[in-house]
Each structure stands twice: as C-alpha cells, then as structure tokens.
C-alpha cells in the first residue's frame, strides 16, 4: 500500500459500493481476502482505499469508483484530516480558476516538486485575493510543501473532476459532503432562508454593495448577495474562517474585494472601521460567555448595555455600529429575543430612535434549532443619510408563521416542517409586506400576516415585540365568509367519502397464492428500481412527507453541485418510503409527473404489460408484508423493497384488485382532506367567537 493512501470507513465502501453498511459487514465475514484494516479503531476500523477499489472490482461489486466518489474519499480519509484537505482543495481550485493556463506546467512534475511549486504559486494568488498574510491574519494560510504533499493526489483528482464541473461547483459539492457528514458539527443557513435575507438588504434606494457577515459561518448569507463589491466575513472558528474565505472567492469574480478574518467578533473586531452599506447576520443564540464582563464600556453598545442573558442584542448593535447611516442590517434571532423584559429597554430604544424597522416570525423549520419559528429584524442605521422618519413611526410586523390552509384541490400547501417550506411563497409574503411598507403608500393591515404598528402602541412596560401578540386576529381563518366556505367544502368533501365508503366485505378464507418478491421481479425485468435523494437543478421534489400526505411535491433540487440527472417520477410509478417502518406506497399521476424523487424514497417502475400499477401499490401496503420486508437500523425501521411480496396473478386478475385498491385509495385522500378541512372550521369557529366576528346562536 503506498505511503499516506487514502483511507475509508466502512460507510464509505457501502457508498461506492451503493449497498447497506450491513452488507460490508457481511463481506467482511464470508470473504477471507477482504481487505484487513490499516487505521481507525476496534468498532470503526478503516481501510485502504486503493485495496478497497480492487477488491471491489475482483469481485464485481464495482466497474469503477466514480471520479466524485473517489475524490470525496480522499478528503475524508486524508491523513491531516477532511478540513486541511478541504483548505488544500479550495486554494488549488481558486488557482486553478485565476491561472488555469498555470496548471499543466504545475502539474507536469513529481509530487514532491508539485508541492513546492504549488505552494508558492497558491500563495501568490491567496496574496491577490485576500491581501499579504502579514497585514493582520488573513484567514486563510499558505500551505508549505510538506503540508501539501500529502494532497497532492487529492489536488490533481480535484482538478480532473473541476474540468468537467467547474472549480465552484467541485469546491461546493466537497464543501456540501463534509457539513452533511458533519450536521452537529455547523450551523447552517438554509439556502431559502439566505436568499430571503439577502433579499431584504438590497431592496432600499441604494444597493447593498459593501456587506458584512460578523458571524459568517459557512458563508451562506455573504455568497446570496447579489453583485457585491466588497465582501467582509469574520468567524472565531480559524477552519471554518479559512472555508468560507474560500467560498467567497471562488464565487465571486476578481472585481469583489474580500476580506476573511478569525476571530472572536464581539471581543476583537476584525473591521473596526468599517461602515457597510448592509449586514447579514446568523448569530450564535443563547450565549452567556460572550464577552459581558470585559465589554462593559465597549462604545458599541449605543443603545444600552446587554444583559449576559441577551448576547442576541449585542450582535444586534454590533451590527448597527458597523453600519452607514441608512444602511441595513438583517439579523435572524430568536423569539425570545422579541420579549424578554431584561432586554425591554434596549428594545424600546431601539424603537424610539427608528434603528428597528421590521420584525418577522418566520415558519418553524427555517433554520436550526428547527423545532422553534425564528424571528428576522430588520434595522436601519439612523442619521442624516437615512430616510426620514414619519412624524408617528412605525414598526413592520410579519407573521409567515402559520401553516397554509388545504388547496382548492384537496392537496395540502407544504409551508410546515424542515424539509417542506415554500420558500417562495414565505419570501414573496415577507418581501411583498416589506417594500410595502418602505414604500410612500404602505399596505393596510392584513389579518393574520402583517401590520405597520405605531412604535407608541409598543413602548409599554414590556416592549414585547413577537408579532402574533400585535397582528390582527386572523378572523376565522380569513373571516366569516372563509369560514362558509371551509364549511361547505367540507360538507361536500364528507358527502364524497360517505359515497366512496368501501362497500360491505364479502368475508372468505385466506388466499394461498403463489408468491414472488419485488426483487425477483426486477431481475426479470417486471420493473424497475430507482433510489431517490440526488441530483440538482431546478423542479419540484417529490419527499416522503408527501407520499405520506398524498400532498404535491414540496421539496426542491439544490441549485449547486456537480451536475447530476436527477429520478423523475412518471405516471404509473409507484413510490414507497424506505423508513419509518409504516405501509405507504404512492401511484404517480400526470399531475405528480415530472418532479424529482426526494430522500429516503424508493421508485418502483413496473411494465404496463406484466403489473398493474395500482395492484402493485396495494399489496405493497399490506401490513404482514411490510413487517416481514423491515428491519432495524439503529433507531429506525428500514424497508427493503426488494423483499416485498406479490401474488402471481394474470393482469386481468391484478386489474380487478387494482380497481378496489385505487377506490380505497381515494376513500383516504377524502378523509385526509375532511380532517384538515374540519380542524380548520373547528378552529376558525374558535377564534371568531372569541373575537366576536362569529356570534353565537
């Protein structure tokens, strides 16, 4: 094995290998000339990747790793570790896509040659792009050649796999690995969530050309930007800083100025002198180790000193010193934030000097910890070269909390949970209300969503700032006529499952058919089989919360990445969730057709002229068949489809029962919508009589 190869977990041989992490157990045990470990540990013992590959292929378990795979694995299983490798990747792209002519000649040496000469040549583009490292701790180092020895296979397969992809896109898919590998590790900003804020900042009268990210992360919210010219981003996390220095770089062209400090922002200020024209802003929440004690009379805290339990407000005002007058800041905070009486005077300054012009309640789910619906402040730095106040100020509040109420369709609008917000109909509510408001003739009151509230009617002993407490009532769910509506929806949606109810059974003994296995049936070429959860591009995706909401596919491709093709569901497919260990199987109509099939979802494709589609799905639901195709992975019950059993039937006899299954099936999609029609009514009739809008009879 040669020195410093590249090592890979038994997880990572199931995923060349597009099998379980069980079944690489299993070849460990049958198969004496399995590779033996050469690292890790007892219980995670790794191996080497080129022993691995060979295997693999001797076995005919594996054509060939694919390029991505292969180079994935070399950061993974690097010696320095996934990060230096990272860092090692990313300064090679960056060269890689300022000097591309430079390559070649760089790479037409031996390794150890390629070392020092990358190393200089990296650091006279690092010096270009971020400045010389003597002038205050640039972010990111230059390697020396002994670091980058040991990457040299990685850099040169990184470059293979940017020919084809481009050098952002390779960077962003190794980057995007290793956070997926790593959730507890980062704090992310969705992508949803990012745009929206963005969005927010370069709204004004004057673009956001100069932005500030004080708490940068991964370098999410800086690279939504749009057209930047200056770029500022400080971490305390030194990896992380270097990262998204990186980021930044390879995203944006030579004319936007970057500047990538490590540090701890609010006890060293990497940019004490700067006035953006805008900040973005995902702070940590709930620290009490921020700095309280020795930051007592920092000049920063223009509109008083925070307590130790409200860092957040500390970012806040570390974000408005680092403003221009009139220049905007987003911060994404906790609701909390928005009441708790030890930062109501702060709050209430905040107010009577106009610095805070927006506070918006967004959806649980947009952003970590999940379970909680964040808030959004936006604020604007006053002073001459900020627009005048009205004479009787006015605070925006926007709720997008709430959950959509059912489609005319019957299907549900997935706004609710992690995985299924519509980011584009909470960022069309928020910035429609926002410009609204910024606007010479500000949008009225809407129930339920939005409201410009007199800063007066706020400056009371609690300063309490959540919306929900200051919104319109939603009325009934939008109103006594709203709720004649849901009533009349839901009298007739009762009156079609009342029809659809399955006829009297007609009892008899239990069937012995003779039986087969999905699996047998794809070896025969019955059907076919497809896993979903990769691609990108743009589309809807079909997740496993709406096959088990039978709702419209609510997920979304990612944008970036190397380009992959994506499974696209087609009519008469038949799609089953692989977790959770409950019986759900879905048939694709022309409605469905075309949207990507999501995570943790398995596609069945039968042939029109051997299976029924709707026989299929059926006799996939069945409870003893489902336990019988489940086992135990850790916590979870996992399906496998393959295991699944079928009668063997004639078409014509599939057809009869696909005809009764497909019934059932539309009995349940009414009573689905009659629950989620009659909790609507149950609460809009709740809520307009105790606002008086319904009155009692």
Known sequence: MPENSTEVTAAGIARLAGVGRAAVSNWRRRHADFPKPVGGTETSPSFALPEVEQWLRDQGKLA??????????????????????????????????????????????????????????????????????????????????????PSVPLLRAAAELAAGTGAPETFEFLLGRQLDANPRQYTLTPPGLAELMAALVETGERPARTVLDPAAGTGALLRAVGNPAALYAQETDPDLAALTALRLALHTGPGCALAARAADTLRADAFPQLAADAVLCHPPFNERNWGHDELAYDPRWEYGFPARTESELAWVQHALAHLREGGTAVLLMPPAAASRRSGRRIRADLLRRGALRAVIALPAGAAPPYGIPLHLWVLRKPGSGAPALPASPELLLVDTAEPAEPAPGG?????????????????????????????????????????????????DDDVDLAPARHLPPPAAAGGPGELIRVRERLTETLGRAGALTPPTVTLTDPAHWPLTTVGELARAGALQLRSGGSGTGQGPVLTEHDVLGSTAPSGSLPADGPAEEPVLVEPGDVVVPVLGGGSAARVIDDATAGAALGRNLQLLRPDPAALDPWFLAGFLRGTANNRQASSYASTATRLDARRLQLPRLPLAEQQRYGERFRALAEFEDALRLAGRLGGQLVQGMYDGLTDGTVAPK
């Open 411 to 459: 299907q549900a609008s997935a706004t609710g949970g992690r995985d299924r917000l519509d980011w584009q109909a909470v960022q069309g509510a928020v910035l429609d209300a926002w410009q609204a408001f910024e606007g010479a003739a500000p949008a009225g009151a809407r129930p339920g969503a939005g409201r410009a509230v007199p800063v007066i009617e706020l400056l």
């Open 64 to 149: 060939e790793v694919p390029l991505r795979e292969r180079v994935w694995q070399q950061v993974a299983g690097h010696p320095a570790g996934a990060v230096p490798a990272l860092v090692h990747a990313g300064c090679a792209l960056l060269l890689l896509r300022t000097s591309p002519k430079a390559w070649p000649e760089i790479t037409a040496v031996s390794d150890e040659g390629m070392a020092g000469v990358l190393s200089l040549a990296v650091d006279k583009v690092l010096t270009t792009r971020f400045g010389p490292a003597a002038d205050g701790g640039r972010a990111v180092h230059t390697p020396s050649p002994a670091e980058l020895l």
